[in-house]
């Protein structure tokens, strides 16, 4: 069985996000990048699985070099090994369409990723590959067993939550709880030096045009009430923000 | 745009208020036709639009990959298609958008459309930050659900012309074991107003005091990262960068410092309201009313408050 987790390389949840003046652009001057949180327990998941259930574990990116070190950490956890599509994709359609292509040329039975990706937070690229290579779609997942014949999920849904059970291959969306995030043993670290990192073209170009970006600051009017007249607070909420 | 395209869920067999103004909101720019395509029960036979709205109701079913969901796609090629933003409608677009070939955008704030061209600005970094960007090629949009519909034109309300369901095509890869719907409070998404409480309350038997004031304001209860870590409260109630995001017109955050990662998850309530004992809490600066001091005596004296008028 042959398991594809994809990963997104994203500023880390800390990081204060400013505009390149130059490009209009978020700068990633002075950004510490991190594997996406939710693509993390995506791959933590499909590592305990190839711990259970033997199976090969793939990392695909899409992006740039940079994004080695972070590739190299995914190996160090315990993937055999990882494709990088070398590119700088600006939209979902784009990195789709990238992992759409490898999957042809090379079949997988499983593909998991986040749920959405933290910067831009699209969250539709697993049903972008999903739509298009015709495999079973869930999004997002909190649990995660392999059964005799397919997966058994539990899925979050609007309102509540499912019990699935679903034929491979498959392409899933991941969130807390379905595993917990693992660290890479001094082992793993030496290891994931030797494994492989295959290196293939973006050819998907991408058809959305970006503009430019903001920085979007929400006017507090930051007003102190004292403990004592803590009541206060329920008359200034019906009268002077009419939110009650 | 020539044919548009709106699909959206129903409670209770009514559209979201969202929903309701979206149609609106896409029948102004005068398409030839709107097609309205509704997932659950319809009870409700009128939509304010510009140009009549035709009816296509939805099985009530999985539709969980390209095969199952062939039936829709047929029928919107060459469409623009609309949702506000959901889980269910997130996934369904998304598969569409595949399906046909179709660029698709999410996490949209604003919209406009000229000379064949849409021009949109989208959330990025939760909240932190936007992204303006045009396309000529995109297809399928998926709204955010604190868009600005304030400025759209008031229509009429029209009846909905003809009305046909459309069933899923039936391919056994995916069935439904059990369905466990959160019961006895408000979904987080949908709340108006959501009291937050963190690892201020010291325990989670202290909660009734967070329950009360949420019961007294008819909100939904949530929870900081540390809290739903520490199984006080279930996963669904955390709010955060990794959590569930909320836009509701109030958020009363009651014990939680306010790190970066919650505040991602509220960024886009409209008022914030904190209640810390540390009034060096970083929240404070992101709230607009601050209150120092013990949610302990706090709490209970605003329920008290909201219970006697």
Wanted: glycine share 6%.
């Amino acid at each position: 069985m042959k398991i594809l987790v994809c990963i997104s390389c994203v500023p880390d949840t800390t990081s204060k996000i400013v505009i390149d003046p130059a490009t209009s652009q978020i700068s990633s001057q002075g950004l510490t990048f991190i594997v996406g949180p939710y693509d993390d327990y995506a791959l933590s998941r499909a590592i305990e699985i190839k711990e259970s259930h033997s199976a090969e574990v793939i990392v695909l990116h899409v992006g740039t070099a940079e994004s080695e070190p972070l590739i190299r950490k995914c190996l160090a956890l315990g993937a055999d090994s990882a494709v990088r599509i070398d590119g700088n994709p600006i939209s979902s359609n784009q990195i789709a369409s990238a992992i759409v292509d490898y999957v042809r040329a090379n079949p997988v039975d499983l593909i998991l990723m986040g749920k959405e990706s933290i910067d831009y937070n699209s969250g539709i690229v697993h049903g972008l590959v999903a739509g298009a290579l015709g495999y079973v779609h869930f999004n997002p997942v909190m649990h995660l067993d392999m059964t005799a014949d397919g997966l058994h999920l539990t899925v979050e849904m609007d309102g509540g939550k499912m019990e699935i059970n679903c034929t491979l291959p498959a392409v899933l969306g991941c969130q807390e709880p379905i595993a917990e995030w693992k660290i890479p043993s001094m082992r793993g670290i030496m290891t994931a030096r030797t494994k492989e990192i295959l290196i293939l073209p973006l050819s998907s170009p991408s058809e959305v045009q970006l503009v430019k970006a903001d920085i979007a600051e929400t006017a507090r009017k930051n007003k102190m009430i004292t403990a004592d007249e803590a009541e206060q607070l329920i008359d200034l909420l019906r009268t002077e923000t009419n939110v009650l | 745009m020539k044919k548009a395209a709106i699909l959206a869920q129903t409670k209770e067999g009514q559209l979201s208020e969202q929903t309701r103004q979206l149609v609106s909101f896409v029948s102004a720019f005068y398409p030839d036709q709107i097609k309205l395509l509704i997932l659950g029960d319809v009870k409700f036979s009128t939509v304010s639009s510009s140009v009549p709205v035709d009816l296509f109701q939805l099985s009530a079913d999985l539709y969980a990959d390209s095969d199952s969901i062939a039936t829709i796609a047929a029928g919107l090629d060459n469409f623009s298609v609309f949702g506000i933003k959901s889980i269910q409608i997130d996934n369904m677009l998304s598969l569409l958008a595949a399906i046909t070939k179709k660029d698709m955008i999410s996490g949209i704030q604003t919209l406009s459309y000229s000379s064949d061209k849409f021009s949109i600005s989208k959330s990025i970094f939760s909240g932190k930050a936007s992204l303006e960007l045009s396309t000529s090629t995109a297809s399928f949009f998926s709204i955010n659900r604190n868009f600005d519909f304030s400025q759209i034109s008031e229509y009429s309300e029209l009846a909905l012309k003809s009305s046909s369901s459309v069933e899923k095509t039936n391919t056994n890869k995916a069935s439904i074991v059990s369905i466990k719907p959160i019961t006895g409070s408000i979904p987080l998404p949908d709340a108006a107003i959501v009291v937050g409480a963190g690892r201020g309350l010291k325990d989670p038997g202290n909660w009734t005091i967070v329950e009360d004031l949420a019961k007294a304001l008819g909100a939904a209860t949530a929870c900081s990262k540390p809290v739903s870590d520490l199984n006080w409260r279930p996963h669904h109630e955390h709010v955060g960068q990794t959590g569930v995001k909320i836009s509701p017109n109030l958020y009363i955050a009651c014990g939680i410092s306010g790190a970066i990662q919650h505040l991602a998850g509220v960024n886009g309530s409209r008022i914030v309201v904190v209640i810390n004992n540390d009034p060096e809490a970083p929240f404070f600066k992101h709230a607009d009313y601050g209150i120092v001091g013990d949610v302990n005596d706090i709490l209970p004296r605003l329920t008290k408050k909201l219970q006697s008028h």
